[in-house]
């Protein structure tokens, strides 16, 4: 699991099937229990806290509605990580924050949201960072 520090993030979404199979299978993260709600929707768990609450939509969001810009998950374990997203084809760029020793894998859920996965500068620091398949903002 490369995730290890979120609370968490509650995202709409007309995709649930698609968003829980990204949370599951790219970032880490397991399906597991939600209170039953009115509205349909899925939890996946880091550990043992719910950290992305999904609520299903019947349609998409429109373009003026709120929209998160990113969120970010602390992590261990970035050569393994970043082997998965070429593994499943998820493109990625990575980003170095100066003066903070960190190194974020961005990714985009399939609904474009964008995750910001939080590796250590001494997480396996011989890792290849070059894009995959998506090129870093300018």
């Known amino acids: 699991m490369a995730a290890f520090a979120l609370d968490h993030v509650n995202l709409q979404t007309a995709r649930t099937d698609q968003m829980v199979a990204f949370y599951r299978d790219i970032v880490g993260l397991e399906l597991g229990a939600r209170p039953d709600f009115d509205v349909p929707g899925a939890w996946l768990y880091l550990g043992d806290l719910a950290a992305v609450h999904l609520v299903t939509l019947r349609a998409g969001l429109q373009p003026?509605?709120?929209?998160?810009?990113?969120?970010?998950?602390?992590?261990?374990?970035?050569?393994?990580?970043?082997?998965?997203?070429?593994?499943?084809?998820?493109?990625?760029?990575?980003?170095?924050?100066?003066?903070?020793?960190?190194?974020?894998?961005?990714?985009?859920?399939?609904?474009?949201?964008?995750?910001?996965?939080?590796?250590?500068?001494?997480?396996?620091?011989?890792?290849?960072?070059?894009?995959?398949?998506?090129?870093?903002?300018?």
């Open 64 to 138: 003026k509605e709120p929209q998160i810009e990113h969120f970010a998950f602390r992590c261990r374990g970035l050569k393994r990580f970043t082997a998965l997203c070429r593994e499943k084809r998820v493109p990625y760029y990575v980003a170095i924050v100066p003066g903070l020793d960190i190194r974020q894998v961005n990714v985009f859920d399939p609904d474009g949201n964008k995750v910001e996965m939080q590796f250590e500068a001494t997480d396996d620091p011989d890792t290849d960072l070059s894009p995959h398949l998506m090129q870093a903002p300018a």
